[in-house]
């Protein structure tokens, strides 16, 4: 055996045992949980501080510390396997593995902080809060502001929009403009002037605890800002990527489910004394699911390698994944809901919340049509390199 095919066995044999040990804990743990969390829009914290103590939050991270945190194909697979269970609790895992992957690379916490610490092993919650009223995705339109203080600190005033975990966040990373320009501030969301506003009227992923984040004179130190003044927009850039491939991930685990779900419904059914399963048209439908999840999670593992690699390709592939994979899991939640007839329509069957999460899956981070331009520029800029576009 060659070292290079005792390496691909290896790095196979982590990546199995990595999603055999989320999966069993997702199965065992988080799909019991799941209906409960969408009826009634909570997430247990007891659960998230599983998640954290069983390395959760920080996986995709490489190396912090002198602590190993698993690699970004590592973290795709939590991801899915999370999102298989509760498009909800992974979107905490989104949010905060987006807020770590900053803090991590331009923050400013020193070696040992107490905050870093909490944030690493999930007994503190992280997220964002970048998006305003009326800007979209346009994130250069952000109305948040950072005032210097006599003291030379940072007041933040602003309002924050769809938050995720906003209702019990404790800390986030704030969009704000600065004296030079968009700045990115970690803050803490217990501190004086920060105030809370519940959204609890979403279509899915209801147990994400949404809420609209007031900042009223914040106050925050320079030791608050990730990466420097008017670097808010680059490192939002980089981060939202992260996001994307969390999102793509997710997405596939939805597929998953909607096969599982649909496997499970066809084949014990009957009907005329045949079951559903047998009959061609389901099948299609449960061969479209299986290839879109199999197909959905080679593009997530391509994109998460391009990531560790340094390509520069990474954006293409990430935005290739995130598109393919949300589109993939609208169409599957809506072939299991047919395949399921009017008991899909009911809350009875899991089937109808993974419709509803899916098509949350295509609007955050970066919506279906954003990835369609971006795919569309890269591919024409990509073949005018090599001729193939006048």
Wanted: with cysteine; hydrophobic share 45%.
């Amino acid at each position: 055996m060659s070292v290079l095919h005792a390496r691909e066995d290896k790095e196979c044999s982590e990546k199995t045992e990595v999603r055999d040990k989320w999966r069993a804990w997702v199965d065992e743990r988080l799909l019991p949980q799941a209906a409960s969390i969408d009826q009634h829009g909570i997430t247990p914290r007891s659960l998230l501080a599983e998640i954290g103590s069983i390395g959760g939050f920080s996986v995709g991270l490489g190396e912090v510390e002198g602590e190993e945190f698993g690699s970004l194909r590592d973290m795709a697979i939590v991801h899915e396997e999370v999102g298989r269970g509760s498009a909800a609790v992974r979107s905490f895992l989104t949010v905060h593995c987006m807020l770590l992957q900053a803090v991590c690379r331009w923050g400013r916490l020193p070696v040992g902080d107490n905050r870093l610490h909490g944030l690493l092993k999930g007994k503190r919650l992280g997220g964002l809060a970048f998006s305003e009223m009326g800007i979209g995705s346009d994130l250069a339109g952000v109305k948040a502001t950072a005032s210097r203080t006599a003291s030379g600190r940072y007041e933040l005033c602003g309002i924050k929009r769809w938050v995720t975990g906003g209702q019990v966040l404790d800390s986030a990373l704030v969009l704000a403009v600065a004296d030079g320009g968009p700045t990115v501030f970690l803050v803490d969301c217990h501190s004086t002037g920060v105030r809370r506003e519940a959204l609890c009227d979403v279509i899915g992923a209801r147990g994400s605890m949404m809420a609209d984040i007031h900042f009223e004179d914040v106050t925050v130190g320079d030791d608050a800002i990730i990466g420097g003044e008017g670097m808010g927009l680059a490192i939002a850039t980089g981060i939202l990527d992260y996001g994307r491939l969390s999102v793509a991930a997710g997405s596939v685990g939805i597929v998953q489910a909607c096969l599982d779900c649909s496997v499970d419904y066809a084949w014990p059914c009957s009907k005329d004394g045949r079951q559903i399963g047998d009959f061609q048209l389901i099948q299609e439908l449960i061969s479209k699911m299986s290839v879109a999840a199999s197909a959905g999670r080679a593009l997530v593992a391509e994109a998460a390698l391009s990531k560790e690699l340094g390509l520069s390709s990474t954006l293409l592939k990430t935005c290739i994944a995130k598109q393919f994979a949300a589109t993939s899991a609208v169409q599957a939640a809506n072939d299991a809901v047919q395949l399921h007839g009017a008991a899909g329509l009911t809350t009875r069957y899991p089937v109808e919340r993974l419709l509803r999460d899916a098509k949350v899956m295509e609007i955050i981070e970066g919506s279906t049509q954003i990835q369609h331009g971006i795919i569309a520029e890269a591919t024409r800029d990509a073949l005018r390199q090599v001729g193939g576009v006048r």
